[in-house]
């Protein structure tokens, strides 16, 4: 019953950043990567590839860091996967995090979040 996570971000400059988080267990509780901060975020692109073994990985959303939603796509579908996709995020929330429920098997899942940050003038 272990499950391990890590977490990097890049700034690649005019307000654009790239999240990543890998997500790997086998067993236990759901494995849930550190939350990330994304206001005036409009613009937000999520790209999850990897080995599910039969899992299913999920990105929520919160305004308080507290109480989290599944998020959904343009077309309103739940933002939980069993595979690889790429997806823009509809809802602008406050924070975002991925969960992957990993009670068998050895997943190891990586999410990738680009951010495009509205520039103030």
């Not at 267990?25 to 409009?42: A, E, F, R, V």
């Not at 939980?80 to 975002?96: K, P, Q, R, S, W």
């Amino acid at each position: 019953m272990a499950t391990s996570s890590t977490y990097t971000n890049e700034h690649i400059g005019m307000g654009v950043s790239i999240h990543t988080w890998i997500l790997a267990g086998s067993g236990g509780p759901p494995n849930t990567g550190d939350m990330i901060s994304c206001p005036g975020s409009l613009d937000k692109t999520i790209q999850v590839y990897g080995t599910f073994a039969g899992k299913t990985l999920s990105i929520y959303g919160s305004m308080n860091g507290t109480n989290w939603n599944i998020l959904h796509d343009p077309q309103g579908n739940d933002m939980a996967y069993t595979g690889a996709d790429t997806e823009h995020v509809l809802e602008n929330v406050m924070y975002i995090r991925p969960s992957l429920v990993a009670s068998e098997g050895a997943p190891s899942v990586t999410i990738v979040l680009l951010i495009k940050r509205l520039m103030e003038k």
